[in-house]
T-cell receptor, first 115, second 114 residues
Framework: DAGITQSPRHKVTETGTPVTLRCHQT?????MYWYRQDPGHGLRLIHY???????DKGEVSDGYSVSRSKTEDFLLTLESATSSQTSVYFC??????????????FGEGSRLTVL | QKEVEQDPGPLSVPEGAIVSLNCTYS??????FMWYRQYSRKGPELLMY????GNKEDGRFTAQVDKSSKYISLFIRDSQPSDSATYLC??????????????FGKGTLLTVNP
């Protein structure tokens, strides 16, 4: 258990509303990631962070922003949600202590439905 | 062409069967190859990883990497109903540092029937 908590776990919202998903970790890991998972597309990286206030874009970053003001929290924001952002969102962390395997530990996921 | 191709299945086998799951890739820079298992409504969890070419065995699971063919496989021996899950391949290059951005396959849904 890598101590990852995602909230909310389920959310239904309407098109055009802002949404923020939170990822919280308890073990001060430096690297954190947001992925989305969709049928037919698999897991795709949205944004990642390599430290407080240090973030970068992944392959599907349009329409999303992130913030990391504390080591333990990585927030994903949809400024104006669209139906195409209906998905399951996973937060992940990587353990530097595990060496170079690149092992990611995932949270339980946040299921977002945009009507 | 997608960087990583994985047959989505679904794959249904009887208990005790040998299962073969495969991925192909196009990026010759990939050096680290992983298999994740994802149970329904759960996050993926790392099952096995292999560096460069070769085989790696862990109990009933064997991971193979053939870099010359850009092809990786996961074999499950004596499959059990508890192996029913989606299996995702993932890989990354040797980017240095600790930036573990992975490229995932779409996942193969496996059902093992008692």
């Amino acid at each position: 258990d890598a101590g990852i908590t995602q909230s909310p776990r389920h959310k239904v919202t309407e098109t055009g509303t802002p949404v923020t998903l939170r990822c919280h970790q308890t073990e001060n890991h430096r690297y954190m990631y947001w992925y989305r998972q969709d049928p037919g597309h698999g897991l795709r990286l949205i944004h990642y962070s390599y430290g407080v206030k240090d973030t970068d874009k992944g392959e599907v970053s349009d329409g999303y922003s992130v913030s990391r003001s504390k080591t333990e929290d990585f927030l994903l924001t949809l400024e104006s949600a669209t139906s195409s952002q209906t998905s399951v969102y996973f937060c992940a962390i990587s353990l530097e202590a595990s060496g170079v395997s690149g092992e990611l530990f995932f949270g339980e996921g946040s299921r977002l439905t945009v009507l | 062409q997608k960087e990583v191709e994985q047959d989505p299945g679904p794959l249904s086998v009887p208990e005790g069967a040998i299962v073969s799951l495969n991925c192909t890739y196009s990026n010759s820079a990939f050096q680290y190859f992983m298999w994740y298992r994802q149970y329904s409504r759960k996050g993926p969890e790392l099952l096995m990883y292999t560096y460069s070419s070769g085989n790696k065995e862990d109990g009933r699971f064997t991971a193979q990497v053939d870099k010359s063919s850009k092809y990786i496989s996961l074999f499950i021996r004596d499959s059990q109903p508890s192996d029913s899950a989606t299996y995702l391949c993932a890989m990354r290059g040797n980017s240095g540092g600790s930036n573990y951005k992975l490229t995932f396959g779409k996942g193969t849904l496996l059902t093992v029937n008692p």
